[in-house]
Protein backbone atom coordinates (compact mmCIF):
# COMPACT_ATOMS: atom_id res chain seq x y z
CA UNK A 1 0.00 0.00 0.00
CA UNK A 2 1.24 3.30 -0.85
CA UNK A 3 1.17 6.51 0.73
CA UNK A 4 -1.53 7.94 -0.98
CA UNK A 5 -3.71 4.59 -0.75
CA UNK A 6 -3.39 5.45 3.04
CA UNK A 7 -4.73 8.99 2.92
CA UNK A 8 -7.47 7.77 1.27
CA UNK A 9 -8.73 5.27 3.57
CA UNK A 10 -11.77 6.96 4.95
CA UNK A 11 -11.71 4.19 8.48
CA UNK A 12 -7.84 5.51 8.70
CA UNK A 13 -7.63 7.96 11.28
CA UNK A 14 -6.22 11.32 10.30
CA UNK A 15 -2.80 12.47 12.01
CA UNK A 16 -2.43 15.07 14.78
CA UNK A 17 -2.14 17.90 12.24
CA UNK A 18 -4.32 17.01 9.49
CA UNK A 19 -6.91 18.95 9.11
CA UNK A 20 -10.48 17.04 9.47
CA UNK A 21 -13.81 18.31 9.47
CA UNK A 22 -14.65 17.21 13.11
CA UNK A 23 -11.21 18.87 14.26
CA UNK A 24 -12.19 22.20 12.53
CA UNK A 25 -15.75 21.37 14.03
CA UNK A 26 -14.24 21.39 17.51
CA UNK A 27 -12.22 24.66 16.86
CA UNK A 28 -15.13 26.22 15.89
CA UNK A 29 -16.74 25.33 18.97
CA UNK A 30 -14.29 26.11 21.22
CA UNK A 31 -13.98 29.43 19.63
CA UNK A 32 -17.79 30.07 19.94
CA UNK A 33 -17.88 28.91 23.16
CA UNK A 34 -15.40 30.72 24.47
CA UNK A 35 -14.31 33.63 22.44
CA UNK A 36 -17.86 34.47 21.37
CA UNK A 37 -19.69 33.97 24.71
CA UNK A 38 -16.78 36.03 26.39
CA UNK A 39 -17.68 39.00 23.85
CA UNK A 40 -20.87 38.96 23.87
CA UNK A 41 -20.63 39.15 27.58
CA UNK A 42 -18.43 42.28 27.74
CA UNK A 43 -20.85 43.84 25.48
CA UNK A 44 -23.52 42.73 27.47
CA UNK A 45 -21.66 44.22 30.58
CA UNK A 46 -20.94 47.53 28.78
CA UNK A 47 -24.45 47.99 28.12
CA UNK A 48 -25.06 48.20 31.60
CA UNK A 49 -26.36 44.28 31.16
CA UNK A 50 -24.34 42.90 34.01
CA UNK A 51 -25.85 40.02 35.23
CA UNK A 52 -27.61 39.17 31.35
CA UNK A 53 -23.88 39.28 30.25
CA UNK A 54 -22.53 36.84 33.43
CA UNK A 55 -25.43 34.61 32.67
CA UNK A 56 -24.58 34.25 28.27
CA UNK A 57 -20.85 33.74 29.43
CA UNK A 58 -21.64 30.37 31.97
CA UNK A 59 -25.04 29.07 28.86
CA UNK A 60 -22.70 29.85 26.63
CA UNK A 61 -19.07 28.38 27.86
CA UNK A 62 -21.09 25.27 29.77
CA UNK A 63 -22.74 24.16 26.59
CA UNK A 64 -19.40 24.58 24.65
CA UNK A 65 -17.90 22.31 27.37
CA UNK A 66 -21.49 19.84 27.46
CA UNK A 67 -21.12 19.75 23.39
CA UNK A 68 -17.54 18.51 23.40
CA UNK A 69 -18.23 15.70 26.14
CA UNK A 70 -20.88 14.87 24.44
CA UNK A 71 -19.96 14.50 20.89
CA UNK A 72 -16.06 13.40 21.22
CA UNK A 73 -14.98 12.39 24.77
CA UNK A 74 -18.05 10.08 25.78
CA UNK A 75 -18.01 7.91 22.97
CA UNK A 76 -14.50 7.10 23.78
CA UNK A 77 -14.00 3.59 25.54
CA UNK A 78 -11.65 4.46 28.13
CA UNK A 79 -10.97 1.41 30.29
CA UNK A 80 -8.41 -0.27 32.51
CA UNK A 81 -6.45 -3.36 31.54
CA UNK A 82 -8.48 -6.82 31.76
Given at each position: ????????????????????????????????????????????????????GALVYV????????????????????????
Amino acid sequence: MTDTDARSDPDEEGGLFELTRDKLLVVALLFVGIAGSGIARRALGELGYNDLGALVYVLGYGGMVVAIWYGWIRPMNITGPD
